[in-house]
Nanobody, 124 residues
């Protein structure tokens, strides 16, 4: 069983909206950080948005004001995290990956999980 399972990807026109969802499997150990990364063709994987149990959130500059990830206390029992994407642009086209981790106090990752990815294509 995959630890993280994404859904909600697809084709959308520029200016449109899409919401991604990530379900955490039962075999995942305790986590205190969740988020989304993406990888466009020919580019490195990059952070899109993340939240931590202590209340920190982080967004890539390119998506601020357009993408929203719930605050940690709104993630249902740490089992599902969403990414609401509005005003999508062609440059948002990428495979989006769900990420979950246990972060140490210094921010280092003790362990982490990745989903298999879901493709988002923004095109007219």
């Amino acid at each position: 069983q995959e630890p993280l399972v994404e859904s909600g990807g697809g084709l959308v026109q520029p200016g449109g909206s899409l919401t991604l969802s990530c379900a955490v499997a039962g075999g995942v150990f305790s986590i205190n950080a969740m988020g989304w990364y993406r990888q466009a063709p020919g580019k490195q994987r990059e952070l899109v948005a993340s939240v931590t149990r202590d209340g920190n959130s982080n967004y890539a500059d390119s998506v601020k004001g357009r993408f929203t990830i719930p605050t940690y206390n709104l993630i249902p029992r740490e089992r599902t995290v969403t990414l609401a994407m509005n005003n999508l642009r062609s440059e948002d086209t990428a495979v989006y990956y769900c990420h979950a981790a246990w972060l140490e106090a210094d921010g280092s990752i003790r362990y982490e999980y990745w989903g298999q990815g879901t493709l988002v294509t923004v095109s007219s």
